[in-house]
């Protein structure tokens, strides 16, 4: 390695970053370390799949097997009693002893298993862990996997019976008995390999990447269904919303056995719809968009209907949640299929909400809520899983990138070749701090809105909007003082200065806050896009069109820094000023129609007026305003900055410019 870089102030100032980030994602990863309720989830499972084998008619069957259930029943209790404090500790620990002792009487094989049964889904209900792949796995990456890691012990189609199965004992699993495989879920099969299976030759695969480790898992768990049942169940599947609302997520899926299905849908049912979902994951996050939609159907017509009868209170609220809770989460994905289908909706419910508050008739508010179900029936047409393409979820994840990335890169730049141009190398710590620190905050948001709370629409919507907002104010500010200082070319010592002055009094936290509220309005709004987007299963296009929208993003970096350091410095505070003065505005305009959205602030439509959600514009009255407000204080200050420059430079000696 470079020494030479070591010792630069890039380095320390990459390595400063790096701590911040580490230091801000210190809580969740403590929080991360789940593996004493995995093992003891999966003794639980094997105790309620494996039991049977050991006791029948209350007597033992198999002396070996039986011993492995006491022992297996003990060891859960040895695992409850070290985890950390809980509510629910205690009651876990006494339900654990109980199983102990059931087994320990050969209690019927059901009663066991239901207590098995239950006592898990007690754990993780107290002490969550992840429960399901963050997208649908890729079942070709789970066959390959399965023939270079598992075949020779497993055989090639899961019979237990590969070439080295004969020297081991106990015997390789067979993944194709069904008396096994329809208590066995996907989530079982993912600890196996996780963990690996003590006393065994199934050594753990912990080394793999987790969705590696789920593409094995539900290929394995699809060895006991023969291929031809796969098309009956996905004809159940398509033709029954029932069962849609019965398995809604890829959590639900993975934690599901053919036998508790079967509990509801009947026997052969079950197979064939255990067959088809688990060699099509993304059949289960297909059915989202519609779901969501079908939320957003039934708001919107108890919105209505509350309006008709005089709550015109309770109708706008309605309102606004069908467009936050239930087309807002299907927004992202519709984009990248249908921009256009996006706006239409977006305007028809904003209309919406202003004849609403304006006190229409009811005929009236009837007939645009009419309009906006039609607009929803076209956007489940868009959103069908036949409609999902490569391309598009290419093209989405790009788009998503570099809008989102954009602005935020634009203001972290021109901050760095600010310091850099004044030669204060020693403050690009706080600007760097303040994006990692900001990229941490946003994931550690997501972790937190995804495992721990609930963030609603309306929350997310705030949070955008009041960021978007903050960071508008402090560019007003920026953006003036930098035009005051492209007026004072000819005072370039004064100017250094008092640069370094006024940069030594605090003024770098301001660097800090500024870089992080740039980047973490973006950040969060950003995962949960590619959350939405990821769920349709394109995972490899999804990647790419990230890659290429980094890489871009990354070109525009290293072009405005080149481009600005041969810029002579008035012209450089100059063309920055206008930078900064532009997202200014922009984000005046985007922080308005976000608290919009969120139902804090009011809207008029305006006809006709322009919509681009890239440039902050919205065709409503109040972010024309706020908009118009910006732009009239940015022209009264740069006008200041004029009028006050000349004096000041006029102290300077002759001589000292």
């Known amino acids: 390695m470079n020494v030479h870089f070591l010792q630069s102030g890039y380095a320390k100032q990459l390595i400063f970053g790096l701590f911040a980030a580490i230091g801000l994602l210190a809580p969740v990863a403590a929080q991360a370390d789940d593996a004493e309720v995995q093992t003891a989830w999966r003794l639980l499972d094997y105790i309620a799949v494996d039991y049977p084998e050991a006791v029948a008619d209350g007597r033992v069957v198999n002396a070996l097997e039986y011993d492995e259930m006491r022992e297996?029943?003990?060891?859960?209790?040895?695992?409850?009693?070290?985890l950390p404090e809980h509510p629910a500790k205690g009651d876990l620990i006494a339900e654990a002893r109980r199983l102990e002792i059931a087994i320990g009487r050969k209690l019927p094989p059901a009663q066991i298993e239901r207590r098995a049964r239950q006592l898990a889904n007690d754990l993780l209900s107290a002490y969550p862990v992840p429960l399901a792949p963050a997208a649908p796995p890729d079942l070709a990456r789970g066959a390959t996997l399965y023939q270079a890691n598992c075949a020779s012990c497993h055989a090639a189609r899961g019979t237990g019976d590969g070439p080295l199965a004969a020297g081991l004992d106990p015997a390789p699993i067979d993944f194709t008995d069904q008396a096994r495989a329809r208590e066995r879920s996907s989530f079982a099969f993912y600890q196996v390999i996780h963990q690996g299976l003590e006393g065994t030759a199934m050594r753990s695969y912990d080394e793999l990447p987790t969705m590696d480790k789920w593409a094995l898992a539900f290929e394995v768990g699809r060895y006991a269904y023969p291929a031809e049942l796969a098309g009956q169940g996905r004809r159940l599947w398509d033709g029954d919303a029932a069962l849609r609302t019965r398995i809604p997520d890829l959590e639900t899926l993975a934690g599901l056995t053919p036998a508790a299905l079967a509990r509801d849908i009947g026997e052969e049912d079950a197979r064939a719809v255990i067959a088809y979902l688990r060699g099509n994951p993304g059949a289960v996050t297909a059915t989202v968009g519609i779901e969501s939609l079908a939320t957003a159907r039934d708001l919107l017509n108890q919105s209505v209907a509350a309006y008709a009868a005089g709550e015109r209170d309770a109708a706008g609220d309605l309102a606004l949640a069908a467009y936050l809770d239930g087309f807002e989460p299907v927004e992202t994905l519709l984009a990248a299929r249908d921009g256009d289908l996006v706006a239409q909706v977006e305007r028809a419910m904003?209309?919406?909400?202003?004849?609403?508050?304006?006190?229409?008739?009811?005929?009236a508010v009837a007939s645009q809520a009419d309009e906006l179900l039609q607009l929803f029936d076209q956007a489940e047409m868009a959103l069908a899983?036949?409609?999902?393409?490569?391309?598009?979820?290419f093209f989405g994840a790009f788009a998503i990138l570099l809008r989102e990335g954009l602005e935020a890169l634009l203001i972290v730049v021109a901050m760095i070749t600010f310091l850099l141009r004044a030669d204060r190398r020693d403050l690009l710590r706080y600007v760097h701090a303040g994006w990692i620190g900001a990229l941490a905050a946003g994931v550690g948001t997501w972790?937190?809105?995804?495992?721990?709370?609930?963030?609603?629409?309306?929350?997310?919507?705030?949070?955008?909007?009041?960021?978007?907002?903050?960071?508008?104010?402090?560019?007003?500010?920026?953006?003036?003082?930098?035009?005051?200082?492209?007026?004072?070319?000819?005072?370039?010592?004064?100017?250094?200065?008092?640069?370094?002055?006024?940069?030594?009094?605090?003024?770098?936290?301001?660097?800090?806050?500024?870089?992080?509220?740039?980047?973490?309005?973006?950040?969060?709004?950003?995962?949960?896009?590619?959350?939405?987007?990821?769920?349709?299963?394109?995972g490899l296009a999804m990647a790419g069109g990230m890659g290429v929208a980094a890489l871009l993003l990354a070109l525009i970096a290293w072009a405005m820094l080149r481009f600005s350091r041969k810029l002579p410095i008035a012209k450089f505070f100059a063309y920055s000023a206008a930078l900064i003065a532009v997202l200014a505005v922009v984000l005046a305009g985007k922080g308005v129609a976000a608290l919009q959205e969120a139902g804090l602030i009011g809207f008029t439509a305006l006809?006709?007026?322009?919509?681009?959600?890239?440039?902050?514009?919205?065709p409503t009255l109040e972010t024309v305003t706020a908009q118009a407000v910006t732009i009239l204080l940015l022209v009264a200050g740069f006008l200041y900055a004029q009028r006050t420059a000349p004096r000041i430079g006029a102290a300077v000696p002759v001589g000292e410019g």
């Open 607 to 618: 006809d006709g007026f322009p919509r681009s959600p890239i440039l902050g514009l919205y």
């Open 447 to 538: 972790w937190v809105a995804t495992n721990l709370i609930s963030i609603s629409g309306a929350n997310r919507e705030l949070t955008e909007g009041f960021g978007s907002l903050l960071a508008a104010a402090i560019l007003l500010f920026v953006g003036i003082w930098m035009h005051g200082k492209a007026q004072a070319g000819a005072w370039q010592a004064y100017v250094r200065d008092k640069l370094d002055k006024a940069l030594s009094q605090g003024s770098a936290w301001l660097l800090f806050g500024l870089a992080f509220v740039a980047v973490y309005r973006e950040v969060f709004e950003t995962i949960i896009f590619y959350a939405a987007l990821g769920a349709q299963g394109e």
């Open 350 to 363: 904003g209309d919406l909400r202003t004849m609403m508050g304006r006190g229409a008739p009811p005929e």
């Open 385 to 393: 899983p036949d409609a999902a393409s490569s391309a598009a979820t």
């Open 72 to 82: 297996f029943s003990a060891t859960v209790g040895e695992y409850l009693a070290d």
